[in-house]
């Protein structure tokens, strides 16, 4: 009898399996747009060299990203895949170059990566919540 319930349940999408649920990481906008502003903070520092960033910042940052996926029931190793999949280094750097290039950033050159954090310093953007001028 309790077969034929869950059975019905599940048939009619009462009763879903969470792992049937659960998009993929790089769907999840929060997780996956913060990792991308992460990162382009840590490009804008890398490039420019009158801007830092708040590494302290940075760090936790992180762990609150974390923290995140695994409250909306992704496990360690979900979230680790995610993180070292090449693939999705490669769309992260991707999406990161389109993101330069629509603002305007010549990446030959380190004023244009300096106007920018210093811009998304001012907006007290996310990217710029990552980053301090020196």
Sequence with gaps: ????????????????????????????????????DLGIADRIRKNCPSISARMLKAYGYVYGLKDKARELG?????????????????RMK?????????????TSNPDSYCALGREEIQKSSRIGSLLKAK
């Design 1 to 36: 009898m309790k077969k034929i319930i869950l059975t019905a349940l599940l048939g009619a999408g009462l009763l879903a399996s969470p792992l049937a649920a659960k998009p993929p990481l790089r769907e999840v906008a929060a997780i996956d747009d913060a990792l991308l």
């Design 74 to 90: 992704y496990s360690d190793a979900e979230i680790d895949a995610y993180v070292d999949s090449d693939a999705e280094k490669a």
């Design 94 to 106: 991707a999406r990161g170059a389109a993101f330069f290039k629509a603002r305007g950033v010549d």
